[in-house]
Nanobody
Framework: GALVESGGGLVQAGGSLNISCVAS????????MAWYRQPPGNQRELVAS???????WIAPSVKGRFTISRDNAKDTVYLQMNSLKYEDAAVYYC??????????WGKGTLVTVSS
């Protein structure tokens, strides 16, 4: 499978971005999709996930500001990020785990937040 993220960029604090991830080569509609992020010098962390049934989980640090959604017809998962803070700056990665327990990652999309 392949995952391709897009939509990152430079945004002012308090602004919004909607990043997306297009999947190919996987049974997208049957998979839980997730967004992770990795700030500079820090470990990768789970931000949000959405199950095949649309059940979502949002990290406490972004709850109320970020929303994850999916469009199975487009094999795409989205992360709507509102009220962005300086500490949200990171490379955001799309993730899916195969039925064999193998994690697939995109190359990431960079989100930069200016104060």
């Amino acid at each position: 499978g392949a995952l391709v993220e897009s939509g990152g960029g430079l945004v002012q604090a308090g602004g919004s971005l909607n990043i997306s991830c297009v999947a190919s080569g996987i049974h997208f509609s049957g998979k839980t999709m997730a967004w992770y992020r990795q700030p500079p010098g820090n470990q990768r962390e789970l931000v949000a996930s959405i199950s095949s049934m649309g059940v979502t989980w949002i990290a406490p640090s972004v709850k109320g500001r970020f929303t994850i959604s999916r469009d199975n017809a487009k094999d795409t998962v989205y992360l709507q990020m509102n009220s962005l803070k300086y500490e949200d700056a990171a490379v955001y990665y799309c993730n899916v785990r195969s039925g064999y327990g193998v994690d697939y990652w995109g190359k990431g999309t960079l989100v930069t937040v200016s104060s």
